[in-house]
Nanobody, 128 residues
C-alpha cells in the first residue's frame, strides 16, 4: 500500500522560510516523478513544482520560481520543498503526489490528473 506523508507546514510571517518534506512508502520511489501541489480555500488545486526520478528534471510554476526549491533524496524516499521569501498568497494546503505510470510529458506533469498517489496535505499559512 502506498503512503505519502507530508510534514513541515506551519504559521509564518511574510518573508520567512519553511521546508516541507514528504516521505513515501510502498512504491518504487526512484522511478516516480514527485510533485507538490497546493490548494487554497475556494480554489482549484494548483501545480507548484515537480522533480523527476533522477532529480534532473525540475519544473516550477512561475509564481514560485526563484523562491521555492524542490529536491529529493532517493535513499530516504523523501522529497522536499524549500520555500523562501514566503508571501500571504502562498497560504494553502500543500500536497505531495507521485505520478501515474507512464506519464512523463512536460505539460501532463503540471496536471493533477497525472498523479495517482497523494498525501494528506500540510497547512502553510503566511501572515502579512
Amino acid at each position: 500500500q502506498v503512503h505519502l506523508v507530508e510534514s513541515g507546514g506551519g504559521l509564518v510571517q511574510t518573508g520567512d522560510s519553511l521546508r516541507l518534506s514528504c516521505t513515501a512508502s510502498g512504491l518504487m520511489f526512484s522511478t516516480k516523478v514527485l510533485a507538490w501541489f497546493r490548494q487554497a480555500p475556494g480554489k482549484e488545486r494548483e501545480f507548484v513544482a515537480r522533480i523527476s526520478g533522477s532529480g534532473g528534471g525540475i519544473d516550477y510554476v512561475d509564481s514560485v520560481k526563484g523562491r521555492f526549491t524542490i529536491s529529493r533524496d532517493n535513499a530516504k524516499n523523501t522529497v522536499h520543498l524549500q520555500m523562501n521569501s514566503l508571501k500571504p498568497e502562498d497560504t494553502s494546503v500543500y500536497y505531495c503526489a507521485a505520478n501515474r505510470y507512464g506519464v512523463n510529458s512536460y505539460y501532463a506533469l503540471r496536471s493533477r490528473v497525472s498523479y495517482d498517489y497523494w498525501g494528506q496535505g500540510t497547512q502553510v499559512t503566511v501572515s502579512s
